[in-house]
C-alpha cells in the first residue's frame, strides 16, 4: 500500500497515464482517490487517465467534493464513492466489494489509529507543502473533528424518523438512538433544534400518507425526472425496472425537486438467521393478526391466547391450533365457537410462553408490532410472517392485495418487509374522525386505520404463497409508478406535488452516518452533504500525545499544522484542552493551527496555554471587516470578534496570519474599502504578521452555488488556472476589474 500526494511529487493526469499504461503488471488491486472541491478537476482527469491506460480494477473515491457530487465521480469512471467520514465502515465496502455511492460510517474518535506516514510519498519529514513554515521538518495533525456551525438543515416536528421497531416524531428521538438510513442502520449522534425562517418545502410522496416538510436546503435523496427520460420515454413504463438500475441516486435540495421525481424509500437489506422455525413464523403472523392475551384472574401467573376467526375458517382454526400446541410444546388448546358474534375462538393457556407472546408482540390491536429480528429474518421465514398475517387481516380483489391495521408501527413495519421481499407498497391512513363510530345503534370508539397496499407481480407472488386466487382480470389490474430497485436496498416512490409554504418556527435535525429516513425516504443530515454540522469530536489527549511522539522520534519532526477546523474559537470539553496542552509541551514542538475569531472563547487563558506548549501562530478566518458581508455569507463573528481575537493573540505571543476573501455574496467596493482600511489600521498596530487572500469560487453542492443559480448569476469556476486565486466571473456587485484592483490593494498593505 502507498498513499501518495500527486501535487506534491509532480504526477499529473498525463503521467499517471503513462505509468498505469506501462506497468500493467504492478498495477495495484484498488486505486483510491481522495479530494476537496479545489481538486475536483485533477480527480477527475486522474481517474479518467488511468481508465484510458487500460486500468479495469476497481477505483474508489472519498473526501469533501466525492460527497458534494458522487454522480460526477461514478461519470468519469469511478467504481465506488464514499461520502462523509468511512473510518467505521471502509474495511467491510472494501472486503465486500461494493459498488456505487455508500454512505461513510464515522468511528469513535477514540478508535482512529495514527497515521502511517512511512505509507506516504513524499515522506512526512519531505513534504513541502502548508507553507509557510514555521518549523522544520513539519508534520499535519488534528486535534479535533467536527464543525459546531449550524446551517439550517432541518425538518418539522411531527416528521417521523423510521427505526426497526417502528417509527417516533423525531422530537422523540433521542442521542444513541438507531435509525434507518439509507444504507441500514445508525445510532444518533446529535440532535439539533433551529428556527427556520425562510418557508418550507411540502412533499407528496406517491404511496406515502405524510407529507415531508423541510427547509428548502435540506437535500433528499433522489432519482430526477429528466434522468429517468435521458433511458426511457415516459411511456415505456413497463421497461423501466430493468433499466431503472442503471441510474444512481444522488442529494438534491428539497427546493429544487419537481413533481415527478423519484425520492429513495431505503429498507435493511441484512439478513439475521434465526432459531424459529418458518411455522414459527406462521403462527406470529396470525397472533399479529387475530390474537390477544389475557390474564385468568383465579389462577396466578396464567395467562390465555386467543385467536379470533370467523366461523367460515374451521380450517385455519384447525391449523392455527396445530401451529400453538407445536410451538408451546403441549397438547392442550381447544376450538371454541361463539355463537354471540359467530366467531371461532382457538384458545390455549399457560405461563412464561404464553406470556412472551405479549412482550414480543404486544396485545391489543392498536398496539401490535414486530420485534426487530422479525424484520431482518430470512425472506422464507417472512414469507411465512406475511401469510399468517394475511390470512388474518389481508384481502385479496382484483387490483392486488391489501392489509389493514390500527397499528401505525405494525403498518411501517409492515411496508418495510413487503419491500425486502420485492413489493413497491403503498401506506395509507383513514383518520378516526372520517370512520363511522355506531354500529347497530350502539357508539363504539374508533381509531385510525392504517392500509398497506401492493400491487403487480409481486402480489402475485403474494397470493401463491398465501394459496389465494390470482385473478386476471386484466381490466382491473393496477400498477404503481414506484418501483424496488432489486439488490440495491430501496425503491422509488415518484413525488405527486410540491409545494412552498410560509413557515417560521422551531425545526430539527438529526446527526447520523450521513443519511436517515424521514416519512418513509431518505434525506442527509448536513454531516453528509458539507462535513458540517457536526458536532466537534475531541481527540484524547493521551492519542495526541502519542501520535506526536511517535513522528518526532521515528520522522525527527520539529513542527506541526494542526488542520483542524476550528481548534481555536469553539468550546472545548472540560479540562481536555488543559490536558491537550500540557501533555504536548515536553515535546518542544512549534507549531501553527487554525481558528475562528470569537470574544468568547478564544480568551486570554487558551492563547496563553497553546504559547506556552509550542503555538506560534494562528491562520484566522477574517473573510472580512465589514458587518453586512460577515451577516451574509453566515459567518456567526462580529467585528468585535475579530479585533478582540487579534489582540489577545498578539499580546500572548502567537503571530496573527488573516485569511480574507473577495468576491463574497453581496459583497460591493465600499465593503472592501471597509475591510482594506481595517487590515491597514491592524497591520499599523503590529496585529497582522501574514494575509492570504483569495477569490471567492463557488462549488456544485455548496449554498453559494445554489444561491448564484436560483439568482441567476452563476458562472461555474474555469477547468484551467489556479482554483480560488483567479478573477473569473464578475458577481451582481463587483466587476473583474473591480476584484483584481482590490487584490492588488490588499497585498499592498501586508
Known sequence: MKVIDLEAVGITPNKLHAYFKNNKDNWPDIVGFTALSVAARGCKESISAIRAAGYNKKVMVGGIYATLSPQELINEGADLVVTGECEGNIVEVVDNDIVGVVSGTAAPIADIPIPLWNKHVPTINTYQGNQPHIGWPETVTMFTRGCPHRCIFCVTGDTRIETLAGSKTIIEISKGDEVLTANGVAAIQDKQILKATNGLIEINVQ????????????????????????????????????????????????????????????????????????????????????????????????????????????????????????????????????????????????????????????????????????????????????????????????????????????????????????????????????????????????????????????????????????????????????????????????????????????VYDLTTNGTFVANGVAISNCANTIFGHQPIRFRPPENIEQELRFDKDQFGIQSLFVYDDELFGCKYSSGWFAEVMERITPLELTWKAQGRCSERYVTSDVLEKAYAAGCRAIMWGIESFSPKVLDAIKKDTKVSDIWATLKRAKAAGIKNWAFTMIGNYKETERDLAITAAALEKAKGMGLIDWRQTTIVTSWPGTELWDIQEREGWLTPPPDTGPQTQQVYADTPWLTKKQMLYWLGKFSTIC
Open 207 to 506: 404511496g406515502m400518507f405524510n407529507n415531508l416538510r423541510l427547509t428548502p436546503d435540506h437535500k433528499v435523496l433522489a432519482i430526477r425526472y429528466k434522468a429517468l427520460n435521458r433511458m426511457a420515454s415516459a411511456a415505456n413504463v413497463k421497461h423501466r425496472p430493468a433499466w431503472i438500475q442503471e441510474e444512481t441516486p444522488h442529494f438534491v435540495q428539497a427546493g429544487k425537486l419537481q413533481k415527478g421525481d423519484f425520492l429513495i424509500a431505503p429498507y435493511p437489506t441484512k439478513t439475521v438467521p434465526t432459531h424459529y422455525s418458518e411455522s414459527d413464523f406462521e403462527l406470529f403472523g396470525l397472533y399479529i393478526a387475530e390474537g390477544h392475551i389475557s390474564k385468568q384472574l383465579h389462577r396466578k401467573n396464567y395467562y390465555m391466547l386467543v385467536l379470533t376467526l370467523s366461523a367460515r375458517e374451521g380450517a385455519l382454526a384447525n391449523h392455527a391450533l396445530k401451529l400453538l400446541r407445536k410451538f408451546l410444546a403441549t397438547d392442550k388448546g381447544s376450538i371454541y365457537h361463539n355463537q354471540c358474534n359467530n366467531t371461532l375462538q382457538v384458545t390455549i393457556g399457560g405461563r412464561n410462553k404464553i406470556l412472551w407472546f405479549r412482550e414480543t408482540f404486544r396485545t391489543g390491536a392498536k398496539h401490535k408490532t414486530l420485534p426487530p429480528w422479525a424484520l431482518l429474518a430470512p425472506r422464507a421465514h417472512q414469507i411465512a410472517l406475511l401469510r399468517g398475517m394475511f390470512w388474518g387481516d389481508g384481502h385479496n380483489s382484483h387490483s392486488g392485495i391489501r392489509y389493514t391495521t390500527v397499528s401505525r408501527v405494525l403498518a411501517e413495519q409492515l411496508r418495510l418487509i413487503l419491500l425486502r421481499t420485492g413489493g413497491v407498497p403503498n401506506l395509507f391512513q383513514t383518520p378516526a374522525n372520517k370512520r363511522p363510530n355506531q354500529i347497530q345503534g350502539r357508539t363504539v370508539n374508533v381509531s385510525d386505520t392504517y392500509v398497506v397496499t401492493l400491487f403487480g407481480p409481486v402480489a402475485d407472488e403474494m397470493r401463491h404463497e398465501f394459496n389465494w386466487v390470482i385473478r386476471n382480470d386484466s381490466a382491473n389490474r393496477r400498477f404503481n409508478r414506484a418501483y424496488n430497485v432489486a439488490g440495491k436496498g430501496y425503491a422509488l416512490y415518484p413525488i405527486q406535488a410540491i409545494n412552498k409554504t410560509p413557515y417560521e418556527g422551531v
